[in-house]
């Protein structure tokens, strides 16, 4: 066979999309799969210009966009390499179709950056938007003002009739909101009934007091809501700058502080931010000053909080996490001082000494721990992109004589997008060292597919936010879910941080989580602690899902319902769990593979039907009935036709009914 013959063989069995073009890009062969996505037979597209530019040698791939003939245009991630055929020069070129990967990408992004309910910016974007006004007003020499309302008299309304109202009232607030605002102006919902208005570019201070008396004004108007007039206002605390000295972040506190002050003098009104009511100021100010003084004295310290693998509940690795031990202010959070040494540069110095001390403890830790466990270090942009950093990291394992593969650097999104060719470049230094790279608070910034495929990142973080309401949430467990598939299909291992329940564990456990770090497990402690919690650490056993009896769950607030239906469906040899809420019911589900749900639909924190419609998203394969007392036809009729419940049966109920019921839900 010729070697024509044979790669024109390779290229009709290759599941891929291919082509054989010349340096002009006349496409002179198609296989079967790029025929179906040109739309196009091989015959029909032979002497055409293939429709996307791309670079000789593209060995490493890049990303483009194919114009079909249907006129619409098709995402592709794209390589070529050289060959020849018939004697001829060609490139071979490989497409891959990344529109879905495109659009689940947007859909984790909507979620990490908008509010749910309102649609508006979330507390990310707004703080991503409040450093865009402070790039504007540092050119532009403008005001820059921000105002933070909060409804009055909401939580009554929202206690009295119902989340559901609230959540109209609050749609309603934000839409009057918006009627007020410039196209260059962000209203954003921080959660609750508390809502920011970003003022960039303004011509004086007092313009900011004028929106905000318009917000008021509409605000104060009775809202009329499912038949009901609810009369509510609003307070507001405003706070400008013109000198753009202070963190972006600084002016949602202020105005924060100065809302409150409008609370106290009567409510429906606003305040200016005055000084004398920031306390935090000064103590910023001592810090600032005495950041230098504490690198030198050597007031800082590590402490080290453990990470563990979900499979087997092992020790992996440990995260150091910096800690300032101030003589007078006593220990100070990093989360206090660690923007203010990015700010004055003493980032740099410090970081370098975390480094260091992690790699040196780590290295007199890790005969302790597996053979492969790591260390992990948060690194921010300034390291990063700093000439020296990969020498830094080089010479730290050198003096400890650390390993490189036990050394993880964390970094935040952000970073990625800082410099994007320098980052790249970095980041495959480090990875030619041997180092690993972490993507930490993953979800929470920009979460771009595009800078996962193409880096050298072996780690992804899932942020804290997302854990927190893990169990209780279906959005965040979507998120969460979509993450780890993300990163498993980019051969990428997945840790969730900020752990504190075994509900949240185990969850994370069925999603194949890799690891875990949070307060269930350890917390942060210093390295005698880390040592001693090491030595007398046990592994629980791993964790098995499988077993012999079907499981029911009974979700009711009445405990002789649980009684009385534990009693019958243990006749049938089935394992049954109780709860009385559906906080509690939600981690049950987390914990155990239930096979049915069998909830009551009235109850105090959540209607039944919409509790099985959170189930239903995050346990598609649980069968769910509902029980009630109540007729409520047409909610358990539309949950019936949308697939929400299984069955719904009235109380009192007959046994033999529900013993049929389970059967059969089990069945379907």
Same mark, same amino acid.
């Given at each position: ?6 790669l024109?063989?390779?290229?009709e ?16 062969y198609?296989?079967p799969a ?19 530019n ?21 995402p ?20 891959e ?5 495109q ?18 910016p ?28 909060d ?59 004028l929106?905000?008396?318009r ?38 506190r ?15 009104n ?11 100021t000064?103590r ?36 150091a996490?910096?800690r ?8 100070i ?6 923007s ?5 540069g ?27 466990? =790591?260390?992990?270090?948060?690194i921010? %942009?300034?390291q &990063?992109?700093? !000439?020296?950093?990969?020498?830094? $990291? /080089? #010479? ?14 964390e ?11 320098l ?30 495929k ?25 998120? =969460? ?5 993300? %990163?498993?299909? &980019?051969?990428? !291992?997945v840790?969730?941080?900020? $752990? /504190? #329940?075994?509900a ?5 456990r ?24 090491i ?17 029911l ?8 319902v ?25 981690d ?81």
């Amino acid at each position: 066979m010729t070697s024509d013959a044979l790669l024109l063989q390779l290229l009709e069995d290759m599941p891929s999309a291919a082509l054989l073009v010349t340096l002009e890009r006349k496409i002179l062969y198609a296989n079967p799969a790029a025929e179906s996505m040109l739309m196009q037979s091989d015959i029909e597209l032979r002497d055409r210009i293939l429709p996307l530019n791309f670079e000789a040698d593209s060995l490493l791939g890049a990303t483009g966009t194919l114009a079909l003939p249907n006129g619409t245009e098709l995402p592709v991630r794209h390589f070529n390499v050289p060959t020849f055929w018939h004697g001829n020069p060609v490139r071979m070129v490989h497409l891959e179709d990344v529109s879905a990967l495109q659009g689940l990408q947007e859909k984790v992004a909507k979620f990490a950056n908008y509010d749910t309910l309102t649609g508006l910016p979330n507390r990310s974007l707004l703080e991503d938007r409040l450093k865009q006004a402070f790039n504007l007003g540092q050119r532009n020499r403008g005001c820059l003002a921000v105002v933070f309302f909060d409804l009055d008299g909401f939580k009554p309304i929202n206690d009295t009739l119902g989340h559901e109202l609230g959540d109209k009232l609050l749609q309603a607030a934000a839409e009057r909101f918006k009627q007020h605002i410039r196209p260059g102006d962000t209203l954003a919902r921080l959660g609750g009934d508390e809502f920011v208005v970003v003022l960039p570019d303004l011509s004086h201070p007092s313009d900011a007091a004028l929106v905000t008396e318009r917000m008021l004004a509409s605000i104060a108007e009775p809202f009329i809501i499912d038949n009901n007039e609810l009369p509510i206002s609003a307070s507001a605390g405003i706070a400008t700058t013109q000198l753009y000295d202070e963190q972006p972040l600084q002016l949602v506190r202020q105005a924060d502080m100065a809302m409150f002050e409008a609370k106290k003098q009567g409510r429906n009104n606003y305040q200016w931010f005055d000084p004398k009511l920031d306390e935090s100021t000064s103590r910023t100010l001592k810090i600032r000053h005495a950041l230098k003084a504490g690198i030198e004295h050597k007031q800082f310290e590590l402490h080290y909080q453990p990470q563990f693998d979900l499979a087997n509940n092992e020790i992996i690795g440990c995260e150091a996490l910096v800690r300032w031990n101030h003589p007078t202010m006593g220990m100070i959070s990093p989360v206090e001082f660690i923007s203010i040494a990015e700010d004055t540069g003493q980032i740099v110095t410090l970081g370098r000494w975390i480094l260091r001390r992690a790699c040196k403890d780590f290295a007199e830790l890790r005969n302790r721990m597996l053979s492969d466990a =790591t260390v992990s270090v948060n690194i921010s %942009a300034i390291q &990063l992109l700093r !000439q020296e950093f990969v020498g830094d $990291v /080089e #010479t730290a394992l050198k003096e400890s004589k650390l390993p490189a593969r036990c050394l993880v650097l964390e970094m935040t999104e952000s970073v990625l997008v800082e410099s994007p060719q320098l980052v790249s470049r970095k980041l495959s230094e480090l990875e030619d060292l041997g180092v690993h790279v972490a993507l930490d608070d993953f979800g929470t910034g920009y979460s771009s597919l595009s800078y996962l495929k193409d880096l050298a990142v072996d780690w992804v973080k899932i942020d804290r936010s997302f854990i927190q309401e893990l169990t209780h949430d279906s959005q965040n467990a979507a998120i =969460t879910e979509r993450i780890i598939s993300m %990163a498993h299909h &980019l051969k990428l !291992q997945v840790l969730a941080e900020g $752990v /504190e #329940t075994s509900a949240q564990r185990d969850y994370l456990r069925r999603a194949n989580c890799d690891a875990m770090q949070g307060f269930l497990m350890a917390k942060p402690m210093p390295k005698p602690a880390l040592i001693e919690f090491i030595n007398d650490y046990q592994a629980d056993a791993a964790f098995d899902d499988e077993r012999e009896a079907r499981t029911l769950l009974i979700v009711d607030d009445e405990e002789n319902v649980h009684k009385s239906l534990r009693r019958l469906l243990m006749r049938d040899g089935y394992h049954i769990l109780t709860a009385s809420g559906v906080n509690e019911a939600f981690d049950l589900l987390a914990q155990n593979r239930v096979d049915v749900v069998l909830s009551d639909h009235r109850m105090p924190q959540m209607q039944g039907v919409d509790f099985l419609t959170h189930v239903r998203s995050m346990y598609p394969h649980t069968a769910r009935i509902v029980l009630t007392a109540y007729q409520d036809e047409e909610v358990l009729s539309k949950a019936l036709n949308e697939g929400e419940v299984f069955r719904f049966l009235t109380k009192p109920w007959d046994d033999e009914k529900i013993r049929q019921a389970v059967r059969a839900a089990l069945a379907s």
